[in-house]
């Protein structure tokens, strides 16, 4: 069974930094894109960031293009997210995806499998 398990989140104040963690449970990571998407009370999930299944290409939302960056690590099977300069509008539940066809897709139809979500709290 597919698992996508998130960790690192948490409640900071603005400025600070979080890294989210992702680890995936598929034989053949390597193979799939992976991506964040976020979802904030009373809003539509909404994408964040996506990396290929290479790591060579990488897709932000405009709103967080200079302070998050995405990262892989293959032999970990998992896939970061390191976000900087926090701001009270990136509070969020977050949540991991994988795309087996390997793209750094923006669009949450393309993505197979999902984690259960991991809530970033930023106080102002």
């Known amino acids: 069974q597919v698992q996508l398990v998130e960790s690192g989140g948490g409640l900071v104040q603005a400025g600070d930094s979080l890294r989210l963690s992702c680890a995936a449970s598929l034989r053949t990571f390597s193979m799939y894109g992976m991506g964040w998407f976020r979802q904030a009370p009373g809003k539509e999930r909404e994408f964040v960031a996506a990396?290929?299944?290479?790591?060579?290409?990488?897709d932000y939302v405009d709103s967080v293009k200079g302070r998050f960056t995405i990262s892989r690590d293959n032999a970990k099977n998992t896939v970061y997210l390191q976000m900087n300069s926090l701001k009270p509008e990136d509070t969020a539940v977050y949540y991991c995806?994988?795309?087996?066809?390997?793209?750094?897709?923006?669009?949450?139809?393309?993505?197979?499998?999902w984690g259960q979500g991991t809530q970033v709290t930023v106080s102002s």
């Open positions: 995806a994988a795309d087996e066809k390997g793209s750094s897709s923006n669009y949450y139809g393309d993505y197979r499998y």
């Open positions: 990396i290929t299944w290479t790591g060579r290409n990488t």
